[in-house]
Protein backbone atom coordinates (compact mmCIF):
# COMPACT_ATOMS: atom_id res chain seq x y z
CA UNK A 1 0.00 0.00 0.00
CA UNK A 2 1.14 3.58 -0.71
CA UNK A 3 2.71 5.09 2.70
CA UNK A 4 2.85 8.49 4.12
CA UNK A 5 6.20 10.06 3.84
CA UNK A 6 8.18 9.11 7.08
CA UNK A 7 10.83 11.11 8.74
CA UNK A 8 13.82 9.38 7.69
CA UNK A 9 12.77 9.89 4.30
CA UNK A 10 12.18 13.64 4.60
CA UNK A 11 15.80 13.49 5.61
CA UNK A 12 16.47 12.31 1.98
CA UNK A 13 13.94 14.91 0.54
CA UNK A 14 15.92 17.87 2.08
CA UNK A 15 18.90 16.50 1.08
CA UNK A 16 18.66 16.00 -2.37
CA UNK A 17 16.78 19.11 -2.74
CA UNK A 18 19.68 21.00 -1.06
CA UNK A 19 22.32 19.89 -2.77
CA UNK A 20 20.61 20.00 -6.58
CA UNK A 21 19.23 24.08 -5.78
CA UNK A 22 22.39 25.04 -4.53
CA UNK A 23 24.87 23.31 -7.56
CA UNK A 24 22.27 25.28 -9.97
CA UNK A 25 22.77 28.48 -8.10
CA UNK A 26 26.51 28.28 -8.20
CA UNK A 27 26.91 26.99 -11.90
CA UNK A 28 24.74 29.40 -13.02
CA UNK A 29 26.60 32.06 -11.54
CA UNK A 30 29.74 31.07 -13.06
CA UNK A 31 28.09 30.34 -16.20
CA UNK A 32 26.26 33.92 -16.65
CA UNK A 33 29.71 35.56 -15.68
CA UNK A 34 31.55 33.52 -18.31
CA UNK A 35 29.16 34.75 -20.70
CA UNK A 36 29.45 37.95 -19.32
CA UNK A 37 32.96 38.28 -19.69
CA UNK A 38 33.24 36.81 -23.10
CA UNK A 39 30.81 39.33 -24.65
CA UNK A 40 32.60 41.80 -23.09
CA UNK A 41 35.25 41.16 -25.80
CA UNK A 42 33.79 39.12 -28.58
CA UNK A 43 35.79 36.46 -30.35
CA UNK A 44 35.40 34.11 -33.19
CA UNK A 45 35.26 30.68 -31.73
CA UNK A 46 35.62 27.46 -33.90
CA UNK A 47 32.47 25.27 -33.73
CA UNK A 48 35.08 22.09 -33.10
CA UNK A 49 35.94 19.75 -29.77
CA UNK A 50 37.44 22.16 -27.33
CA UNK A 51 41.01 22.33 -26.03
CA UNK A 52 40.95 21.25 -22.36
CA UNK A 53 42.58 23.66 -19.86
CA UNK A 54 45.11 22.11 -17.08
CA UNK A 55 44.01 22.37 -13.50
CA UNK A 56 46.62 25.47 -13.41
CA UNK A 57 45.56 27.25 -15.93
CA UNK A 58 41.94 26.94 -14.94
CA UNK A 59 43.04 28.29 -11.36
CA UNK A 60 44.86 31.22 -13.03
CA UNK A 61 41.90 31.93 -15.35
CA UNK A 62 39.44 31.96 -12.71
CA UNK A 63 41.82 34.46 -10.61
CA UNK A 64 41.45 37.17 -13.55
CA UNK A 65 38.21 35.53 -14.15
CA UNK A 66 39.13 34.41 -17.53
CA UNK A 67 35.37 33.45 -19.49
CA UNK A 68 36.85 29.77 -20.73
CA UNK A 69 38.45 28.79 -17.18
CA UNK A 70 34.54 30.34 -15.98
CA UNK A 71 32.63 28.09 -17.90
CA UNK A 72 34.91 25.19 -17.44
CA UNK A 73 34.74 25.20 -13.43
CA UNK A 74 30.84 25.71 -14.40
CA UNK A 75 30.68 22.71 -16.42
CA UNK A 76 32.59 20.88 -14.03
CA UNK A 77 30.19 22.08 -10.76
CA UNK A 78 27.50 21.50 -12.88
CA UNK A 79 28.61 17.55 -14.11
CA UNK A 80 29.55 17.23 -9.98
CA UNK A 81 26.10 18.02 -8.55
CA UNK A 82 24.04 14.60 -8.91
CA UNK A 83 26.87 12.75 -8.38
CA UNK A 84 27.37 14.85 -4.61
CA UNK A 85 23.94 14.74 -4.55
CA UNK A 86 23.61 10.61 -4.84
CA UNK A 87 27.17 10.60 -2.48
CA UNK A 88 24.92 12.75 0.60
CA UNK A 89 21.59 10.52 -0.28
CA UNK A 90 24.27 7.70 0.55
CA UNK A 91 24.61 9.03 3.52
CA UNK A 92 21.25 9.76 4.35
CA UNK A 93 20.09 7.16 4.01
CA UNK A 94 23.27 4.74 6.16
CA UNK A 95 22.22 7.91 9.11
CA UNK A 96 18.55 6.44 8.83
CA UNK A 97 19.41 3.01 8.90
CA UNK A 98 18.55 2.20 5.59
CA UNK A 99 21.01 -0.36 4.28
CA UNK A 100 19.12 -1.15 1.24
CA UNK A 101 19.42 2.19 -0.35
CA UNK A 102 23.13 2.47 1.02
CA UNK A 103 23.54 -0.66 -1.49
CA UNK A 104 22.08 1.22 -4.23
CA UNK A 105 23.48 4.21 -4.44
CA UNK A 106 26.77 2.75 -3.48
CA UNK A 107 26.15 0.56 -6.81
CA UNK A 108 25.41 3.94 -8.60
CA UNK A 109 28.53 5.74 -6.87
CA UNK A 110 30.43 2.94 -8.33
CA UNK A 111 28.98 3.11 -11.95
CA UNK A 112 30.83 6.82 -11.91
CA UNK A 113 34.07 6.08 -10.88
CA UNK A 114 34.06 3.57 -13.65
CA UNK A 115 33.18 5.99 -15.75
CA UNK A 116 36.04 8.22 -14.60
CA UNK A 117 38.65 5.41 -14.89
CA UNK A 118 37.61 4.10 -18.52
CA UNK A 119 37.44 8.15 -19.44
CA UNK A 120 41.13 8.69 -18.20
CA UNK A 121 42.47 5.05 -19.12
CA UNK A 122 41.32 4.75 -22.79
CA UNK A 123 38.96 7.29 -24.41
CA UNK A 124 41.75 9.80 -26.38
CA UNK B 1 32.85 3.77 -37.26
CA UNK B 2 35.78 6.24 -36.61
CA UNK B 3 39.12 5.67 -35.06
CA UNK B 4 38.77 8.01 -32.68
CA UNK B 5 36.60 10.35 -30.93
CA UNK B 6 38.06 13.65 -31.92
CA UNK B 7 38.83 11.95 -35.62
CA UNK B 8 34.95 12.13 -36.13
CA UNK B 9 34.78 15.69 -35.98
CA UNK B 10 37.67 17.04 -37.68
CA UNK B 11 35.46 18.03 -40.90
CA UNK B 12 33.80 20.73 -38.86
CA UNK B 13 36.19 23.75 -39.49
CA UNK B 14 32.75 26.80 -38.64
CA UNK B 15 34.21 29.45 -36.70
CA UNK B 16 30.93 31.91 -35.33
CA UNK B 17 31.62 35.45 -33.67
CA UNK B 18 30.70 34.97 -29.83
CA UNK B 19 28.57 38.02 -29.86
CA UNK B 20 25.20 39.13 -28.02
CA UNK B 21 22.99 38.02 -31.71
CA UNK B 22 24.87 34.65 -31.17
CA UNK B 23 24.33 34.11 -27.40
CA UNK B 24 20.47 35.13 -27.48
CA UNK B 25 19.73 32.74 -30.05
CA UNK B 26 21.41 29.77 -28.11
CA UNK B 27 19.88 31.17 -24.82
CA UNK B 28 16.07 31.46 -26.59
CA UNK B 29 16.34 27.65 -27.81
CA UNK B 30 17.46 26.20 -24.42
CA UNK B 31 14.94 28.33 -22.53
CA UNK B 32 11.83 26.81 -24.92
CA UNK B 33 14.00 23.18 -24.30
CA UNK B 34 14.09 23.60 -20.33
CA UNK B 35 10.14 24.75 -20.65
CA UNK B 36 8.99 21.77 -22.44
CA UNK B 37 11.66 19.34 -20.85
CA UNK B 38 10.08 20.35 -17.46
CA UNK B 39 7.01 20.37 -18.44
CA UNK B 40 7.32 16.19 -19.53
CA UNK B 41 9.91 15.04 -17.38
CA UNK B 42 13.04 14.95 -20.66
CA UNK B 43 15.86 17.22 -20.08
CA UNK B 44 15.40 19.15 -22.97
CA UNK B 45 18.34 17.40 -25.13
CA UNK B 46 15.04 15.97 -27.20
CA UNK B 47 15.12 20.06 -28.51
CA UNK B 48 18.68 20.80 -27.91
CA UNK B 49 20.62 18.59 -30.21
CA UNK B 50 18.60 19.05 -33.29
CA UNK B 51 18.60 22.67 -32.88
CA UNK B 52 22.55 23.08 -32.65
CA UNK B 53 22.74 20.69 -35.27
CA UNK B 54 19.60 22.36 -37.61
CA UNK B 55 19.85 26.19 -36.51
CA UNK B 56 23.42 26.56 -35.81
CA UNK B 57 25.34 23.41 -37.91
CA UNK B 58 27.30 21.89 -34.73
CA UNK B 59 28.75 18.64 -35.31
CA UNK B 60 26.93 15.99 -33.70
CA UNK B 61 28.80 15.04 -31.12
CA UNK B 62 29.52 18.53 -30.19
CA UNK B 63 25.68 19.33 -29.88
CA UNK B 64 25.77 15.48 -27.60
CA UNK B 65 28.02 16.60 -25.51
CA UNK B 66 26.31 20.68 -24.81
CA UNK B 67 23.30 18.76 -24.40
CA UNK B 68 24.24 16.17 -21.89
CA UNK B 69 25.33 19.13 -19.43
CA UNK B 70 22.03 21.59 -20.43
CA UNK B 71 19.94 18.04 -19.23
CA UNK B 72 22.03 18.09 -15.62
CA UNK B 73 21.48 22.16 -15.80
CA UNK B 74 17.13 20.98 -16.09
CA UNK B 75 17.60 18.40 -13.85
CA UNK B 76 19.13 20.40 -11.13
CA UNK B 77 16.79 23.11 -11.71
CA UNK B 78 13.43 20.95 -12.10
CA UNK B 79 14.39 18.48 -10.18
CA UNK B 80 14.93 20.76 -6.98
CA UNK B 81 11.38 21.61 -7.14
CA UNK B 82 9.86 18.15 -7.90
CA UNK B 83 11.77 17.32 -4.87
CA UNK B 84 10.39 20.00 -2.72
CA UNK B 85 6.91 19.77 -3.85
CA UNK B 86 7.55 16.36 -2.81
CA UNK B 87 5.82 14.93 -6.29
CA UNK B 88 9.12 13.10 -6.74
CA UNK B 89 9.64 9.35 -5.84
CA UNK B 90 13.11 9.51 -4.29
CA UNK B 91 13.79 5.79 -4.05
CA UNK B 92 12.16 4.41 -6.80
CA UNK B 93 14.39 7.37 -8.59
CA UNK B 94 17.41 6.11 -6.80
CA UNK B 95 16.85 2.39 -7.49
CA UNK B 96 16.45 3.02 -11.36
CA UNK B 97 19.58 5.02 -11.59
CA UNK B 98 21.50 1.72 -10.93
CA UNK B 99 20.34 0.96 -14.85
CA UNK B 100 20.33 4.46 -16.44
CA UNK B 101 23.95 5.20 -15.44
CA UNK B 102 25.36 1.67 -16.71
CA UNK B 103 23.07 2.55 -19.92
CA UNK B 104 24.44 6.03 -20.13
CA UNK B 105 27.80 4.12 -19.56
CA UNK B 106 27.58 1.78 -22.62
CA UNK B 107 25.79 4.50 -24.74
CA UNK B 108 28.48 7.17 -24.72
CA UNK B 109 31.46 5.26 -25.47
CA UNK B 110 29.50 3.93 -28.33
CA UNK B 111 28.70 7.45 -29.03
CA UNK B 112 32.46 8.50 -29.35
CA UNK B 113 32.91 6.34 -31.54
CA UNK B 114 29.77 6.01 -33.96
CA UNK B 115 29.61 7.90 -37.58
CA UNK B 116 27.16 11.43 -37.34
CA UNK B 117 24.81 10.38 -39.93
CA UNK B 118 24.12 7.21 -38.13
CA UNK B 119 23.40 8.80 -34.90
CA UNK B 120 21.01 11.37 -36.59
CA UNK B 121 18.87 8.49 -38.05
CA UNK B 122 18.97 7.09 -34.85
CA UNK B 123 17.50 10.03 -33.23
CA UNK B 124 15.15 10.56 -35.41
CA UNK B 125 13.89 6.77 -34.89
CA UNK B 126 13.50 8.18 -31.44
CA UNK B 127 11.79 11.47 -31.76
CA UNK B 128 9.23 9.33 -34.41
CA UNK B 129 8.54 6.43 -31.86
CA UNK B 130 8.49 9.58 -28.76
CA UNK B 131 5.67 11.27 -30.64
CA UNK B 132 3.74 8.11 -31.31
CA UNK B 133 3.90 6.69 -27.96
CA UNK B 134 2.56 10.61 -26.10
CA UNK B 135 -0.23 10.78 -28.55
CA UNK B 136 -1.16 6.70 -28.29
CA UNK B 137 -1.30 7.25 -24.46
CA UNK B 138 -2.47 11.02 -24.09
CA UNK B 139 -5.41 9.82 -22.38
CA UNK B 140 -4.38 7.04 -20.06
CA UNK B 141 -3.45 9.33 -17.21
CA UNK B 142 -6.48 11.12 -16.57
CA UNK B 143 -8.70 8.35 -16.84
CA UNK B 144 -6.61 5.78 -14.43
CA UNK B 145 -6.67 8.65 -12.24
CA UNK B 146 -10.38 9.13 -11.88
CA UNK B 147 -10.69 5.34 -11.81
CA UNK B 148 -8.47 5.06 -8.91
CA UNK B 149 -6.31 2.56 -10.62
CA UNK B 150 -3.16 3.83 -9.31
CA UNK B 151 -3.67 2.54 -5.57
CA UNK B 152 -5.34 -0.51 -6.37
CA UNK B 153 -2.22 -2.53 -7.98
CA UNK B 154 -0.30 -5.18 -6.07
CA UNK B 155 3.41 -4.40 -5.56
CA UNK B 156 5.50 -7.05 -7.25
CA UNK B 157 8.25 -8.17 -4.62
CA UNK B 158 11.19 -6.01 -5.43
CA UNK B 159 8.72 -3.08 -4.85
CA UNK B 160 7.70 -4.53 -1.74
CA UNK B 161 11.12 -5.56 -0.62
CA UNK B 162 12.49 -1.93 -1.66
CA UNK B 163 9.02 0.09 -0.66
CA UNK B 164 9.00 1.64 -3.72
CA UNK B 165 5.36 2.73 -3.45
CA UNK B 166 4.13 6.59 -3.01
CA UNK B 167 1.74 9.44 -3.73
CA UNK B 168 1.55 12.84 -4.12
CA UNK B 169 -0.50 15.72 -4.53
CA UNK B 170 -2.28 16.82 -7.36
CA UNK B 171 -2.98 20.56 -8.16
CA UNK B 172 -4.85 20.18 -11.34
CA UNK B 173 -7.55 17.88 -9.82
CA UNK B 174 -6.86 18.75 -6.35
CA UNK B 175 -6.95 15.34 -4.33
CA UNK B 176 -3.79 13.42 -3.28
CA UNK B 177 -2.62 10.60 -5.61
CA UNK B 178 -1.61 7.32 -4.21
CA UNK B 179 -0.27 4.69 -6.38
CA UNK B 180 1.45 1.55 -6.25
CA UNK B 181 4.49 0.34 -7.69
CA UNK B 182 5.08 -2.83 -9.61
CA UNK B 183 7.00 -3.94 -12.62
CA UNK B 184 10.15 -3.42 -12.01
CA UNK B 185 11.74 -5.88 -13.85
CA UNK B 186 10.71 -4.29 -16.91
CA UNK B 187 11.51 -0.57 -15.74
CA UNK B 188 14.80 -1.63 -14.55
CA UNK B 189 15.34 -2.94 -18.66
CA UNK B 190 13.40 0.34 -19.68
CA UNK B 191 16.00 2.37 -17.54
CA UNK B 192 18.92 0.74 -18.80
CA UNK B 193 17.85 1.35 -22.54
CA UNK B 194 17.12 4.93 -21.64
CA UNK B 195 20.57 5.33 -19.84
CA UNK B 196 22.13 4.16 -22.96
CA UNK B 197 19.89 6.61 -25.34
CA UNK B 198 21.08 9.55 -23.21
CA UNK B 199 24.58 9.30 -23.37
CA UNK B 200 24.37 7.89 -27.13
CA UNK B 201 22.12 10.67 -27.99
CA UNK B 202 22.84 13.58 -25.85
CA UNK B 203 19.20 13.22 -24.31
CA UNK B 204 18.30 12.59 -20.81
CA UNK B 205 16.20 9.20 -21.39
CA UNK B 206 13.35 10.94 -19.51
CA UNK B 207 10.78 10.12 -22.07
CA UNK B 208 11.46 6.22 -22.13
CA UNK B 209 11.62 6.39 -18.12
CA UNK B 210 8.14 8.55 -17.98
CA UNK B 211 6.37 6.08 -20.11
CA UNK B 212 7.67 2.83 -18.49
CA UNK B 213 7.19 3.74 -15.16
CA UNK B 214 4.03 5.00 -16.37
CA UNK B 215 2.57 2.30 -18.56
CA UNK B 216 4.39 -0.71 -16.75
CA UNK B 217 4.95 0.06 -13.34
CA UNK B 218 2.10 1.63 -12.41
CA UNK B 219 3.13 5.09 -12.18
CA UNK B 220 1.27 8.46 -12.71
CA UNK B 221 2.41 10.51 -14.83
CA UNK B 222 3.26 13.88 -13.13
CA UNK B 223 5.26 11.77 -10.31
CA UNK B 224 7.06 9.33 -13.21
CA UNK B 225 8.04 13.49 -14.87
CA UNK B 226 9.22 14.28 -11.29
CA UNK B 227 11.28 11.41 -10.34
CA UNK B 228 12.73 11.16 -13.95
CA UNK B 229 14.05 14.74 -14.08
CA UNK B 230 15.86 13.42 -10.97
CA UNK B 231 17.33 10.38 -12.89
CA UNK B 232 18.32 12.19 -15.23
CA UNK B 233 21.04 14.59 -13.87
CA UNK B 234 23.20 11.47 -12.52
CA UNK B 235 22.00 9.58 -15.91
CA UNK B 236 23.48 12.89 -18.09
CA UNK B 237 26.80 13.15 -15.87
CA UNK B 238 27.83 9.83 -16.54
CA UNK B 239 27.82 10.91 -20.33
CA UNK B 240 29.37 14.53 -19.72
CA UNK B 241 32.37 12.72 -17.74
CA UNK B 242 33.46 10.82 -20.45
CA UNK B 243 32.43 13.45 -23.15
CA UNK B 244 34.75 15.77 -20.85
CA UNK B 245 37.68 14.06 -20.80
CA UNK B 246 37.44 13.22 -24.35
CA UNK B 247 37.58 17.20 -24.96
CA UNK B 248 34.21 17.42 -26.54
CA UNK B 249 32.45 19.49 -24.25
CA UNK B 250 32.72 23.15 -26.23
CA UNK B 251 32.40 25.78 -22.95
CA UNK B 252 31.42 28.46 -25.03
CA UNK B 253 28.50 26.62 -26.33
CA UNK B 254 27.43 25.10 -23.44
CA UNK B 255 27.04 28.03 -20.99
CA UNK B 256 24.14 30.06 -22.66
CA UNK B 257 22.50 26.25 -23.18
CA UNK B 258 22.79 25.59 -19.67
CA UNK B 259 21.55 29.42 -18.56
CA UNK B 260 18.59 28.57 -20.71
CA UNK B 261 17.75 25.60 -19.82
CA UNK B 262 17.67 26.18 -16.50
CA UNK B 263 15.73 29.11 -16.74
CA UNK B 264 13.12 27.39 -18.84
CA UNK B 265 12.97 24.34 -16.61
CA UNK B 266 12.30 26.45 -13.71
CA UNK B 267 9.56 28.17 -15.06
CA UNK B 268 8.11 24.49 -16.62
CA UNK B 269 8.05 22.87 -13.42
CA UNK B 270 6.17 26.12 -12.07
CA UNK B 271 3.33 25.38 -14.41
CA UNK B 272 3.39 21.02 -14.68
CA UNK B 273 1.46 20.50 -11.51
CA UNK B 274 -1.38 22.64 -12.68
CA UNK B 275 -1.64 21.24 -15.96
CA UNK B 276 -3.43 18.45 -17.77
CA UNK B 277 -1.35 14.96 -19.01
CA UNK B 278 -3.54 14.87 -22.03
CA UNK B 279 -2.28 18.92 -23.44
CA UNK B 280 1.32 18.05 -22.86
CA UNK B 281 0.94 14.91 -24.46
CA UNK B 282 -0.63 16.76 -27.46
CA UNK B 283 2.06 19.34 -27.75
CA UNK B 284 4.59 17.25 -27.05
CA UNK B 285 3.47 14.41 -29.90
CA UNK B 286 3.78 17.50 -32.52
CA UNK B 287 6.64 18.94 -31.65
CA UNK B 288 8.50 15.43 -32.34
CA UNK B 289 7.05 14.69 -35.10
CA UNK B 290 8.65 18.01 -36.61
CA UNK B 291 11.95 17.91 -34.58
CA UNK B 292 12.18 14.11 -36.39
CA UNK B 293 11.67 15.01 -39.75
CA UNK B 294 14.93 17.48 -39.64
CA UNK B 295 16.62 14.94 -37.84
CA UNK B 296 16.06 12.51 -40.49
CA UNK B 297 16.64 15.09 -43.43
CA UNK B 298 19.94 16.11 -41.93
CA UNK B 299 20.98 12.21 -42.04
CA UNK B 300 19.51 11.27 -45.54
CA UNK B 301 21.85 14.42 -46.83
CA UNK B 302 25.13 13.35 -44.78
CA UNK B 303 24.73 9.71 -46.54
CA UNK B 304 22.82 9.32 -49.07
CA UNK B 305 22.98 13.19 -50.46
CA UNK B 306 19.11 12.40 -50.53
CA UNK B 307 17.49 16.21 -50.23
CA UNK B 308 13.71 16.19 -48.39
CA UNK B 309 11.27 19.03 -48.79
CA UNK B 310 12.21 21.72 -45.86
CA UNK B 311 9.76 22.16 -43.18
CA UNK B 312 11.57 25.44 -42.24
CA UNK B 313 14.17 23.97 -39.61
Given at each position: MPQQLQPAAANVYAVVFRVLFWGMVASTTLFALGVFRALQHPVAIPLANAPLLSVHATWQGLARLDPASLMLAATLLLILTPVVRVVLACIAFGVDHDPKFVAVTGIVLAVIVLTVILGRLGLR | MCKSPRSCILNAPLVMLYSLHFVAVLFSVAVFAGFFGALLGVGGGIFIVPALVL????PVKLAVAASLVSVIATSNAGGSSYVEQHITNLRLGMFLEVFTTLGALSGSILALYLNEWLMLLLFATLLFYMAATAYITRHHDDRRIAAGGYGDATPDAWSRRLSLSGNYHDHALDRQVDYVVRGTGIGAFVSYLAGMASGLL???GGVLKVSAMN??????MKAAVGTSKMMIGVTAAVGSILFFLAGLIHFYVVAPVALGTTAGAELGTLVMNRLRSVVLKRIFAVLMLYLAYGMLAQALALRFHLVLPSLGS
Open positions: - | LFQLGVGRSMNVP
